[in-house]
């Protein structure tokens, strides 16, 4: 942090306030800015925080008076040319991609070590927290065995990577770790590591930071301003780098009303998703006003803000006020803490929910609450929302529509037919449609009271009339904290959620990240003998193809108690609001309506979810209590890690070969043959899957030649700390289609990671796995390229999507648009993203696989230029078209000149 003497730039703003107990605390004061700055209360509550650490962290170096000047100066229909550096006040991550960024931070310490210098000075500079939540897998359930089964399996599955966090925990000063077993990464986040005001120097700051999930918006909802990066931005900032984006617009979000009688906030949160989507908010903060926004509990507020990536958002903010605080105190902060974060917030004039009119925004949208309407999303994305009334009729057309019209290409005949399967010694009909998976699961929901509390009424009052989940239905709660377990014990309704089968499996994210396990065999052969379209319905925020289960087709989102309900009605075609949900006691059916919780119900029980006391004592078993398992868990010791042989951990490539003076950057790419051309929403599942590894897959095959058997492969995930699967795993997804093959004969595409060898010579024409392909690509010294559509890169901000095209030879990627994330990620690799202008496509081309590509940067590489896209057909013409570079900042220049932002942070690490 900038220092607080006269030497600062804006000494002047540096002011005083008092707590309630009295205790004088410095802060730089943005009213004190203001007087110079006309306008600046009208500037939305989000940017205002942003340009606190701007001022604060202003050093004339990295942080100037310009940007404070050019951010204070904010205009909201501006030109977004200016580039922030935000410096955070922390970092937060989760186990999937904390261990390869801590496996980077090791080889770091590898570089070094070996060019003479101190490895200490390899160190996050700001706090780092890591929460084990990702490792878990719902291998049993159904039972209240399942949590402890479930955990053992984890711990003997993950054991080299636990004792790799160990060891980092004793190695950096500022490393810490949650183990496994305390819940979400963006629950705990909220609950436990948010501190609301940080105090260092005598100076009090704002509450700020990055997360290497893309769901950190979550914290969003108690003020907090925070986002998810890639694990490559976030070591960046935990290493002293801002975190640098370009000057947003900010979209002012009004909500109105309240919600009707019966109505989630799942449902809210799935129609503002869907509204947002259509506005195209893409990089752009979302600001939450107006008096159906004041009137939200506070875990409505997180829901909301945590499903930002689904509705393309940086953040989906809401601003502090007395909701926040009650928050605070129902979670067991102290009083001193709370104290300083209300008396801060309101001496800078951010307390409170701004009302319509006082705050200018770039656009505002506005929702009346009383509209919102029970609904699920899907079958393949979270914005494609269907009320409840309309999804029986949805999947019926969709089951007999072409896959381009988001279908499944069915003959409409065979949704009536039973297709006899033996399970658990009975034989069972299982039909298209089917709800496989049923999972209270993810961030979004587990962490909200009403709707927790809503499906454990649902749950007692189905039990009480006699309804039973159907046998084909694997069940799941995995709470995002164990305060939910406690809260749903006090309020008596685990044992009808347990009897349901909603037993308590997991505290992780489980099922919406491809973690549900698998499914009885004898279901996957009937699945795939008759190319069944069933279907998962989980509480989640992601439903991409293949990212809950291989075989299973349509995912569709949905609140807790609907979940639950769709669990004992067996099947999506079931219209819940005019059939049965089943047939309960002396054969009577029961409506969905007869056991649906109403909102009274629901509030009563609510006391039992805000107990500070129960917060304190759960929270401090993180240092006190952590577990048998993590206690009996052995890392190494020493400041520089040993790597020792393992299929989980390996010293990552990115630093052979290093050397202090960055390689001379060249000009573009030449040359290159075309790796693959892809169609629109290309996700980072499909580029970097999460999932099972198949046994036949280049990850599966390498996996074998080691030892491992196919019952010990765990998941892409669990693997990402070594390079040689992941870079195995890149585009090897089960569902991506590369357009370049030809079509097939009945005219679908085929799916899987597949090309078309393109070189002269024995092999050309042929059909080999995209990471056969690349090997064959760079012996023979040939860069590759990809080509993309709309919305390249959605999805999770998965580091190794970008570090997999990196270490496949891939030099660049062009595309139509790309998702925030990803864009910045393929950058700080060193890979080139490039963006069609107006109508251009590789369709539009007639781009066909066998072209020569050529991209040519002119004479200096500056953000956000025209460059010439280069084709050279097979027969001979050629074609140049203009292209738009998508490096957008002046950094995101000097990263890609010194082949990515990790070598550029460790020259200057090694430099200072």
């Known amino acids: 942090m900038a220092s607080s003497s006269s030497a600062h730039p804006f000494a002047h703003t540096l002011k005083s306030f008092k707590t309630a107990s009295g205790k004088s605390l410095k802060y730089f004061s943005l009213p004190a800015l203001a007087k110079n700055q006309p306008g600046l209360q009208r500037l939305p509550v989000s940017l205002r925080i942003v340009l606190e650490s701007v001022l604060r962290n202003c050093d004339g170096q990295k942080v100037t008076p310009e940007h404070v000047a050019q951010l204070a100066g904010w205009k909201p229909q501006a030109e977004r040319t200016d580039e922030i550096p935000f410096v955070v006040a922390r970092v937060v991550l989760q186990d999937f991609t904390g261990v390869p960024l801590l496996a980077d931070l090791a080889a770091m310490r590898n570089v070094a070590e070996g060019l003479g210098r101190n490895p200490k000075r390899i160190e996050p500079l700001v706090p780092v927290d890591l929460v084990v939540d990702h490792s878990v897998m719902i291998d049993h359930y159904g039972d209240k065995k399942a949590l402890d089964l479930n955990m053992k399996i984890e711990f003997e599955r993950n054991a080299e990577r636990y004792e790799f966090m160990k060891w980092g925990m004793q190695a950096f000063d500022t490393f810490g770790v949650v183990p496994p077993g305390f819940g979400i990464v963006h629950q705990v986040n909220l609950e436990y590591l948010a501190r609301g005001v940080h105090v260092k120097d005598g100076v009090a700051y704002p509450d700020t930071l990055v997360g290497t999930d893309s769901h950190t918006t979550m914290i969003n909802g108690i003020g907090v301003v925070g986002w998810g990066v890639g694990g490559i931005e976030a070591e960046a900032g935990m290493l002293g780098q801002p975190v640098y984006f370009l000057t947003p617009d900010v979209v002012g979000f009004e909500l109105s009303g309240q919600l009707r009688e019966g109505v989630t906030a799942t449902d809210l949160v799935l129609t503002i998703t869907e509204i947002l989507r259509k506005e195209k908010v893409v990089g752009k903060f979302v600001e939450f006003f107006g008096e159906g926004t004041a009137s939200l509990a506070l875990p409505d507020r997180a829901t909301i803000a945590n499903m930002a990536p689904e509705y393309g958002a940086t953040m989906g903010f809401f601003p502090v006020d007395d909701k926040t605080i009650a928050y605070f105190k129902g979670t067991g902060r102290t009083k001193a803490e709370i104290d300083a974060f209300e008396a801060y917030f309101k001496a800078q004039k951010l307390f409170g929910v701004p009302k319509a009119g006082e705050i200018d925004y770039t656009k505002v949208v506005k929702l009346d609450l009383g509209t919102v309407a029970p609904s699920l999303a899907g079958p393949k994305r979270p914005q494609d929302r269907i009320e409840i009334t309309h999804l029986s009729r949805t999947f019926t057309e969709l089951f007999s529509k072409p896959v381009t019209e988001n279908g499944f290409n069915q003959p409409a005949d065979k949704l009536s037919e039973v297709y006899p399967t033996a399970l658990g010694g009975k034989t069972v009909g299982i039909r298209n449609g089917d709800v496989l998976i049923a999972a209270i699961t993810s961030c979004t929901n587990t962490s909200n009271p009403s709707v927790l509390l809503a499906a454990g009424l649902l749950a007692k009052k189905a039990v009480k009339a006699g309804l039973t989940v159907q046998p084909h239905v694997k069940t799941s709660l995995a709470p995002g904290s164990r305060i939910v377990t406690e809260y749903l014990k006090k309020a008596g309704l685990l044992p009808y959620l347990e009897q349901l089968g909603f037993a308590v499996a997991a505290y992780g994210c489980t099922t919406c990240i491809g973690n549900a396990g698998d499914l009885a065999p004898e279901l996957n052969q009937t699945i795939t003998d008759n ?257 993309g559509g709309e919305e390249y890169g959605t999805g999770s901000s998965r580091d190794w999507a970008a570090k997999g095209t990196q270490l496949l030879g891939i030099q660049a990627v062009v595309a139509r648009s790309f998702e925030r994330i990803h864009r910045s990620n393929l950058v700080g690799m060193g890979v080139l993203p490039l963006q069609f202008k107006s109508s251009d496509s590789w369709e539009s081309l007639g781009l066909k696989g066998d072209e020569v590509i050529s991209i040519d940067l002119g004479t200096e590489i500056k953000p956000q230029a025209d460059a010439q896209l280069i084709i050279e057909r097979a027969d001979g013409s050629r074609q140049t078209v203009t292209v738009l570079l998508r490096i957008d900042t002046p950094i995101e220049v000097a990263y890609y000149q010194h082949g990515g932002i990790l070598p550029f942070v460790l020259r200057q690490l090694l430099a200072a």
């Not at 075989?551 to 099947?571: D, E, R, T, W």
């Not at 490539?653 to 001379?664: C, G, L, N, S, V």
């Not at 019952?711 to 357009?739: C, P, Q, W």
Request: charged share 20%; glycine share 10%; hydrophobic share 40%.
């Open 531 to 787: 190319d069944l379209v069933c279907a998962a319905v989980l509480s989640g925020n992601r439903n991409f193809e293949a990212r809950i289960h291989p075989n299973l087709k349509a995912n569709f989102l949905a609140s807790p108690p609907l979940v639950v309900a769709y669990a004992i009605a067996g099947n999506v075609t079931k219209d819940l609001m005019t059939e049965p949900v089943g047939i309960g006691k002396k054969g009577q059916p029961v409506y969905l309506g007869d056991i649906w919780p109403s909102s009274d119900e629901i509030y009563a029980l609510l006391k039992y979810a805000m107990n500070g006391k129960a917060f304190k004592e759960n929270y401090a078993k993180v240092k006190t209590k952590p577990g048998k398992l993590w206690e009996a868990t052995k890392g190494v010791s020493g400041q520089v890690y040993n790597w020792p042989t393992s299929t989980y951990i390996a010293k990552p490539p990115f630093f052979d070969r290093f050397e202090m003076q960055p390689p001379a950057a060249g000009l573009g790419v030449k040359g290159a043959r075309i790796m693959a051309l892809f169609g629109d929403s290309i996700t980072t599942d499909h580029i970097s899957p999460a999932g099972s590894i198949k046994e036949s897959s280049p990850a599966g095959q390498y996996l074998n030649a080691h030892g491992v058997q196919k019952a010990d492969f765990n998941s892409y995930g669990s693997r990402r700390g070594n390079h040689e699967v992941m870079m195995r795993g890149t585009f090897a997804n089960v569902r991506i289609k590369n357009l370049m093959l030809p079509p097939q004969a009945d005219g679908s595409r085929e799916e899987g990671g597949l090309t078309l060898f393109q070189l002269d010579g024995a092999q050309k024409g042929e059909k080999l796995y995209i990471y056969d392909a690349a090997m064959k690509y760079m012996d023979a010294g040939v860069p590759t390229v990809i080509f």
